[in-house]
């Protein structure tokens, strides 16, 4: 088995969950597997980014389909344009949101400034270091 040398702690120390930079709307456009490696934070934001693209995205298209019915005909490539779009940020955000069902139980209904930094502080809670002892029998042989 290989480990990426970030992944290997020292000294009973736990790893640093939290992403050094917030994602990109690029970095939701990655390929299946490597959204997968990304942290379950980094995928929130993603979510939050690819949710509020696809919002975008109907919104804009509505108003090319109210256009068109008041006669703009000009407007259907972009209504077709749009509408493609917004099936490619749907499905990102099924995929994103099965991800994170699998990491934490759930998918979230709203994602907002508290409920990340809810997250964050549960990262952040102190939690004990590794700190292995031997038993006190073994203690008691090497006295």
């Known amino acids: 088995m290989k480990l990426d040398r970030n992944e290997v702690q020292e000294n009973g120390k736990r790893?640093?969950?939290?992403p050094q930079q917030h994602p990109t709307i690029e970095?939701?456009?990655?390929p299946t597997p490597?959204?997968?490696k990304l942290s379950t934070v980094e995928l929130l934001y993603l979510l939050k980014l690819a949710r509020?693209?696809?919002?975008?995205?109907y919104n804009n298209r509505y108003i090319f389909i109210q256009a068109m019915k008041q006669g703009a005909k000009e407007f259907s490539?972009?209504?077709?344009y749009t509408y493609k779009e917004y099936e490619y940020w749907t499905r990102?955000?099924?995929?994103?949101?099965?991800?994170?069902?699998?990491r934490i139980g759930f998918i979230p209904k709203k994602i907002n400034k508290e409920f990340i930094q809810n997250m964050v502080e549960r990262m952040q809670q102190p939690v004990?270091?590794?700190?292995?002892?031997?038993?006190?029998?073994?203690?008691?042989?090497?006295?």
């Open 15 to 18: 790893k640093n969950l939290l």
């Open 27 to 30: 970095d939701a456009k990655k």
């Open 34 to 36: 490597e959204l997968m």
């Open 52 to 57: 509020k693209e696809r919002s975008d995205t």
């Open 77 to 80: 490539d972009a209504e077709q």
């Open 92 to 102: 990102k955000c099924f995929v994103i949101e099965n991800i994170l069902r699998e």
């Open 128 to 143: 004990k270091d590794m700190n292995i002892q031997p038993p006190k029998k073994e203690m008691e042989r090497v006295k």
